[in-house]
């Protein structure tokens, strides 16, 4: 029997969501049951493209006893009452990274996650990319050696925070919504947890040019409990004549070799007359058609969603969530990583070291 999933937020990434539950359908894994929208537009949309329930209140949806598992696709901020939410209604739920932008948060979810008996799993899709992969294997098998430093960058083009989250963006920052991508990717691959933060912000351009009052760039400086240090570079100010919406990047050394990968340019280039060059990574998502005609769509950024319909799925079939841990980023991998961003901005704040609890 297929799971039943509700998604909660069908805007710009949501409709990943939404695409991973349909084409799931097709294998008898996974159905999309409903959705809940705010915005009627959308929700219109979704209705005439998706044939599903689309409710307003979430928690209306949370009541259909049919639906086993939710996605959680919403403005960073609103994430924790959704996902309690969720949580006390029986539902597995998986949520877009960051879990939670506060540490209080983010235990409020997981105690609620662990009360109720239900996976919480975490969109930190970074750890499903084939390259990333293959770095984390070899790491892990010790051919780098012990881990001494590294650096990440991950830096969007200006209309992410001007045009696209123009609504959330001043509750966010290049920190909270790239960072934390990079922030658990370094954690699983080097299989330590932050101890030191240092970092530094600048803040102008957005705010006085875009009327977005939220940090153009933060640049943060992170010691690990095994004694490795890794330097995060993310700015959301990219003009928006750079060939990729994201540019991004990863840098790893150890006693016995280094690693570098550039997970921006993949080798596929174009240049069209209205777009100019650019470069697309098609190892995130990636758009074909199988043989009954049905659009498919594949890459990291779906299978990272389909990654947890499985998982219900095995739950379902009697797998405990015990014997699960460890193969998908969980509530606690987002708790961690949550820790890493709030010391980031409280170090961008104060100017000073601050230690990780």
């Known amino acids: 029997m297929p799971i039943k999933v509700g998604v909660v937020g069908a805007g710009i990434f949501g409709v990943n969501h939404l695409n991973a539950f349909r084409q799931l359908s ?6 999309l049951g409903a959705v809940a929208e705010i ?15 689309v409710y307003r209140d979430y928690n209306e949806m949370f009541a259909d006893k049919s639906i086993d598992a939710v996605t959680v696709v919403t403005p960073d901020h609103l994430h924790r009452p959704i996902t309690v939410a969720a949580a006390e209604a029986g539902k597995h739920v998986l949520v877009e990274k960051p879990l939670d932008v506060t540490v209080e948060g983010c235990r409020a979810m997981v105690d609620a996650a662990k009360k109720a008996n239900v996976l919480l799993q975490v969109d930190f899709h970074k750890r499903y990319d084939p390259e990333h992969m293959a770095m984390e294997r070899r790491v892990a098998a010790g051919e780098l050696g012990k881990v001494l430093y590294g650096s990440v960058c991950m830096e969007d083009r200006i209309e992410v925070p001007s045009e696209w989250l123009t609504a959330w963006a001043p509750s966010s920052s290049p920190a909270w919504f790239l960072g934390t991508h990079f922030y658990d990717l370094v954690r699983w691959i080097i299989k330590s947890n932050a101890k030191t933060v240092y970092a530094k912000g600048h803040k102008g351009l957005l705010r006085d040019e875009y009327n977005v ?13 095994n004694g490795a240090v ?8 990219l003009p928006k004549s750079f060939e990729a919406i994201v540019n991004q990047e990863i840098r790893l050394v150890g006693v016995k070799g280094v690693w570098e990968i550039d997970t921006q340019y993949r080798g596929s280039r174009s240049c069209m007359v209205d777009e100019g060059m650019r470069t697309w990574n098609n190892n995130f998502t990636r758009e074909s058609v199988d043989k009954q005609g049905r659009t498919i769509y594949k890459g990291y950024g779906i299978e990272s969603i389909e990654d947890f319909a499985y998982n219900v799925q095995a739950i379902k079939n009697g797998v405990t969530i015990e014997s699960l841990q460890g193969t998908y980023p969980s509530g606690e991998d987002g708790l961690e990583v949550t820790k890493i961003g709030v010391a980031v901005h409280e170090s961008v704040k104060t100017g000073s070291v601050i230690e990780l609890m």
């Open 230 to 237: 890794f330097t995060f570079a993310t700015s959301w100010i």
């Open 213 to 225: 009052d939220t940090w153009d760039a933060i640049n943060a400086t992170v010691e690990f409990e």
């Open 26 to 31: 097709y294998l008898g894994v996974a159905e």
């Open 39 to 53: 915005n009627d537009e959308r929700a219109k949309w979704v209705e005439a493209n998706y044939g599903c329930p």
